[in-house]
């Protein structure tokens, strides 16, 4: 168990809808990053939030966007869904210092048709 | 270029073997770097930090190259339990905190 918890675990969505993706990060972790996982690929950085501000982005268009709330928990926002989105989304939380570990949550399976 | 390059595999070895995977990174301002463990199905974890001097964790070693921007890891004895997803990790950033760049992974699968 890491601590974070994601939501929800599996969704199906249409090409063109919106969906949200919620995370609760570990007690005490201020920083939250996001990864998008496709099948058979490694965790790609989607953006990463740090006190309730974006503090650094990956290639992904602004159609993904994202919240980080006053108890570090954050959300992941994709606009105009597209096939390619389907994929594992996952969250991780960290404290500031520059330690290696990333505590990651369960993830989202997003499926889009 | 992707920022971090691993060979995929998969990589098939009986028990009690030895194996090797590299990874290269193309950003010469990474700062630290990481290998990850992921499990089928699961979140990735940490396996262990890479430092330019090398560093060893029980059967696990790891190697840094900063002039070639290369990265290794060494299992000894492999266990049935070592088949997973190997994960390379870089970090770079603003001083406000690093960022973490993972490659595509290579499988291992330990044969009894």
């Known amino acids: 168990e890491t601590g974070v918890t994601q939501s929800p675990t599996h969704l199906i969505k249409t090409r063109g809808q919106q969906v949200t993706l919620r995370c609760s990060s570990q007690?005490?972790?201020?920083?939250v990053s996001w990864y998008q996982q496709a099948l058979g690929q490694g965790p790609q950085f989607i953006f990463q939030?740090?006190?309730?501000?974006?503090?650094g982005r990956g290639n992904f268009p602004p159609r993904f966007s994202g919240l980080q709330f006053p108890n570090y928990s954050s959300e992941l926002n994709v606009n105009a869904l597209e096939l390619d989105d389907s994929a594992l989304y996952l969250c991780?939380?960290?404290?500031?210092?520059?330690?290696?570990?990333?505590?990651f949550g369960e993830g989202s399976r997003l499926t889009v048709l | 270029r992707k920022e971090v390059e691993q060979d995929p595999g998969p990589f098939n070895v009986p028990e009690g073997a030895t194996v090797a995977f590299n990874c290269t990174y193309s950003n010469s301002a990474s700062q630290s770097f990481f290998w990850y463990r992921q499990d089928c199905r699961k979140e990735p974890k940490l396996l262990m930090s890479?430092?330019?001097s090398g560093n060893e964790d029980g059967r696990f070693t790891a190697q840094l190259n900063r002039a070639s921007q290369y990265i290794s890891l060494l299992i000894r004895d492999s266990k049935l339990s070592d088949s997973a997803t190997y994960l390379c990790?870089?970090?770079?950033?603003?001083?406000?905190?690093?960022?973490?760049?993972f490659g595509t992974g290579t499988s291992l699968t330990v044969i009894p």
């Open positions: 890479v430092y330019s």
């Open positions: 939030y740090y006190r309730e501000e974006e503090n």
């Open positions: 007690s005490g972790h201020n920083t």
């Open positions: 990790v870089v970090t770079r950033g603003p001083n406000t905190g690093n960022q973490f760049y």
């Open positions: 991780a939380s960290r404290t500031d210092s520059n330690t290696g570990e990333l505590f």
